[in-house]
């Protein structure tokens, strides 16, 4: 079937596997709102893969520009709206492209990886006029949205400081040292790429903005070093047709995987990528063991860690206050089973790809002088980032109102920038970092 012509006309550039959740929430989900008009892309493959999947579901496929064609894509094709799901260095490309042909646009955190090119795409947005969507889904998880609800009501009074730790297990955090994200000049580190989503975060529940930042970084686990110094390294460079590669829980084989078979290995004569790299080989230049150390502008702190080699995967957060505490506990997966070791830990399938690894989550809050009591959620699910990709996508597509006004704006995803990149810039010169000395927001 045609998809019904609907509000805004969309085209998503890069088609790798972050592109299918908004494809699919695109022609599933608001057909009436929102209408899916070109896909853009380096890789021709990975573009026809998505047009194969959408057969499947019954819609007809999209027109398809390589990426050097994305201006006239937007002309031809008349484009409300670009959705950038492509490699993070890219990103300011694309979106300053779409904002001067007079679109908006909705991107993939991070909104960029450094200061100039943020730096570009704040002046893109002054001059045009036009918007930029940062797609922060963390901040529509039903329990992220009842502790801002919390703190908001004034329950632990003034917030004085915030230890928050995200723990990403062997599974899922080994999938950032196989791929692209792997190459700091691709993905500004996880300090950026990953740790942006945790910092917008606290910026949006404390209403507040980052002030100077100090903190250590060093590759722990991954990479060849330590992959020889703790007994994990394998002789090879990738998983796919290496014998070494085939018993070690660390690899992953495409093969395995219908849709990264087309995405990946079935587009690599199209532009060498491997997306199966071994995590304990040569070239790997981001960090998988942070700590920070924050001030904000509120006059609160905040103590985070972000460890890529845990036992298991969650996170907790706990605000200390004038009048008590409250403490946010996420257990998205217990451990790793050995039978799912080696599978794609996907950003829909946190915590649940098998059945045997438990997970739960809890807000409990502390008030002085009082026993403590668990705080009620409704709506949290272990699927789809606690249920928050549907909520926002409802918001970004289909035009639903949000009485929390969540929804990320250019400013936002700077702010969220800013620690992290403050934070890289005291792992290379081991001092504070004032953020205005990286970029004056606002």
Do not use: Y
């Given at each position: 079937m045609s998809v019904t012509p609907g509000r805004q006309r969309f085209a998503l550039v890069g088609t790798g596997a972050r592109a299918e959740m908004f494809v699919r929430a695109l022609v599933?989900?608001?057909?009436?709102?929102?209408?899916?008009?070109?896909?853009?892309?380096?890789?021709?493959?990975?573009?026809?893969?998505?047009?194969?999947?959408?057969?499947?579901?019954?819609f007809d496929p999209v027109p398809t520009y390589l990426a050097s064609e994305f201006s006239s894509m937007l002309e031809k094709e008349r484009v409300d709206v670009v959705l950038v799901t492509s490699v993070d260095r890219t990103h300011d490309d694309y979106i300053v492209a779409a904002l001067r042909a007079g679109c908006d646009v909705i991107t993939e955190k991070p909104m960029t990886t450094d200061v100039p090119r943020c730096e570009r795409i704040l002046r893109a947005v002054e001059e045009t006029g036009r918007k930029v969507s940062v797609a922060f889904n963390y901040r529509y998880n039903p329990l992220h949205e009842k502790v801002r609800e919390v703190l908001a009501e004034g329950a632990i009074g003034e917030i004085g400081s915030v230890h928050f730790e995200w723990l990403l297990d062997v599974r899922h955090g080994a999938d950032y040292f196989r791929r692209w994200h792997r190459d700091k000049a691709n993905s500004g580190g996880l300090m950026v790429h990953k740790a942006s989503h945790h910092f917008d975060l606290v910026n949006w529940w404390l209403d507040a903005k980052p002030v100077q930042v100090y903190a250590a970084g060093r590759l722990f686990f991954y990479g060849d070093a330590a992959g020889r110094r703790h007994g994990y390294a394998r002789r090879y460079d990738r998983a796919h047709g290496s014998a070494a590669a085939a018993d070690d829980p660390f690899a992953l084989h495409l093969a395995d995987h219908p849709r990264l078979r087309a995405l990946y290995l079935e587009a690599e004569a199209e532009d060498g990528y491997h997306r199966d790299q071994n995590v304990f080989a040569p070239g790997v230049t981001i960090e998988d063991d942070m700590a920070v150390l924050a001030q904000y502008d509120s006059g609160a702190t905040m103590t985070y860690h972000l460890t890529a080699y845990a036992p298991w995967e969650g996170y907790r957060v706990m605000f200390n206050g004038s009048r008590g505490r409250l403490e946010l506990e996420v257990v998205e997966s217990d451990f790793v089973s050995p039978q799912a070791a080696g599978e794609l830990k996907g950003a829909a399938l946190h915590g649940v790809q098998a059945a045997v690894e438990e997970g739960w989550a809890k807000i409990t809050l502390r008030p002085f002088w009082e026993q403590p009591r668990e705080v009620p959620v409704s709506g949290y699910t272990r699927t789809g980032h606690g249920g928050a990709d549907a909520r926002m996508t409802a918001v970004l597509f289909g035009g639903h109102t949000d009485p929390m006004d969540r929804a990320a704006t250019a400013r936002d995803g700077a702010l969220a920038l800013l620690t992290g990149?403050?934070?890289?810039?005291?792992?290379?010169?081991?001092?504070?970092?004032?953020?205005?000395?990286?970029?004056?927001?606002p």
């Open positions: 599933l989900d608001h057909p009436n709102t929102a209408e899916l008009v070109a896909f853009a892309d380096v890789n021709p493959a990975r573009m026809n893969a998505h047009n194969g999947w959408l057969a499947e579901l019954d990149l403050a934070a890289n810039r005291s792992f290379e010169t081991g001092q504070p970092v004032r953020v205005t000395d990286l970029l004056t927001i």
